[in-house]
């Protein structure tokens, strides 16, 4: 009898708590430990003085990346193509932050010059010394289906989003092992841990990450070299306009809608920088249904694959471009 009612009571307790949990996880924009930490953990002023290359800085998530690191007071380089768009990062920058001019370097960057990733940490180093901080954000999405996207753009962009960011890694690292210190952020997606329809190459480009920067993290750990992996859930940002389709030489061209459910960039930038303040492993920034999608696959992957099975593609997709 006594069995039965313990058997009850258990029932119950893990009831109450499911439910707690999931209503938590429907009002919340990250994940639990980064929520924790945004609220008891270390600040983003911690990061104050540290040198922090960011790549992909001439809009979205990079540009107001650097925003929230030049108000900790962080001396930054600033990596893309178009320059002109890194000055008005930079004057941005010096007006909002606690930097001057002397503290931000624009390093103007296609990240498909693969020969000149070495060149561009070289210079870094004589401007400032040291680089505490590498966050790989550049990147390019994608809006096709797998069937219909040419090899050509699955080769062009395993080049943009995963080969480049192997490359510009492997150019600091010789660095940060000799000072037996350092960080590499990599801003990946939450499509780097669930498949996700219209957009195989894109998941197959952030998975490939998420397992290269996995073994990393551990091979560095003597070095006293850390990775962050970011995976963020729909943002506000330029990337639907660049986005590959399935055709090579095309883009997608879209602008994001006010309405859609997104993120905002200052808010997945502001949560970024405390992952990074934090020294954390990994992070996910999004709503849900996202957010609750990526816990089911970290935590249930059968039961999320056959739930994807039955939503289908095209209300996944609806989801994941805000309009659920
Ligand atoms: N927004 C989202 O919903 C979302 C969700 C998950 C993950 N992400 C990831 O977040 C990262 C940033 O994207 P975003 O959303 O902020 O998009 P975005 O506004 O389009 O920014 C992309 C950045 O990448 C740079 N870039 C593109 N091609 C480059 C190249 N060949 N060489 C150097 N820089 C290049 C762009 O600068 P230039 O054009 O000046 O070179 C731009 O600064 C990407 O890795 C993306 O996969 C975004």
Request: net charge neutral.
């Amino acid at each position: 009898m006594d069995l039965v009612i313990l058997c009850t009571v258990s029932v119950l307790i893990l009831t109450i708590l499911l439910i707690g949990f999931l209503g938590l996880i429907f009002v919340i924009d990250c994940d639990l430990l980064l929520l924790w930490k945004s609220k008891f953990g270390a600040k983003t002023d911690s990061l104050a003085g540290k040198v922090v290359w960011i790549t992909g800085a001439s809009s979205g998530i990079g540009e107001f990346l650097a925003y929230k690191l030049a108000e900790s007071g962080c001396q930054l380089v600033l990596s893309a193509r178009r320059v002109n768009e890194l000055q008005r990062v930079k004057s941005e920058c010096i007006l909002r932050g606690r930097v001057k001019e002397d503290d931000v370097l624009v390093l103007e960057i296609d990240v498909l010059d693969f020969n000149k990733h070495t060149k561009a940490a070289n210079k870094i180093l004589s401007h400032f010394g040291k680089i505490d901080i590498l966050v790989n954000n550049a990147g390019r999405s994608q809006r096709a289906l797998a069937a219909e996207t040419s090899i050509e753009v699955d080769r062009e962009m395993i080049e943009m989003n995963t080969l480049s960011v192997l490359s510009l890694t492997k150019a600091v690292l010789p660095h940060m092992m000799e000072r037996k210190e350092g960080h590499i952020v990599v801003t990946s997606s939450v499509a780097g841990k669930i498949g996700a329809p219209f957009s195989a190459t894109y998941s197959a480009t952030k998975f490939a990450l998420q397992g290269w920067f996995d073994a990393l993290r551990i091979e560095q750990k003597e070095n006293n070299i850390n990775v962050t992996m970011v995976c963020p859930g729909p943002v506000f940002s330029n990337l639907l306009q660049h986005a590959f389709t399935g055709e090579a030489g095309t883009t997608y061209n879209r602008d994001m809608q006010a309405t859609e459910k997104r993120i905002t960039t200052e808010r997945c930038a502001e949560l970024m920088a405390i992952a990074m303040a934090n020294n954390m492993y990994e992070v996910w920034i999004s709503f849900s249904p996202p957010l609750f999608f990526t816990y089911l696959t970290q935590y249930s992957p059968t039961l999320a694959r056959w739930i994807a099975g039955i939503v289908g593609m095209k209300a996944i997709h609806k989801i994941r471009e805000g309009n659920a």
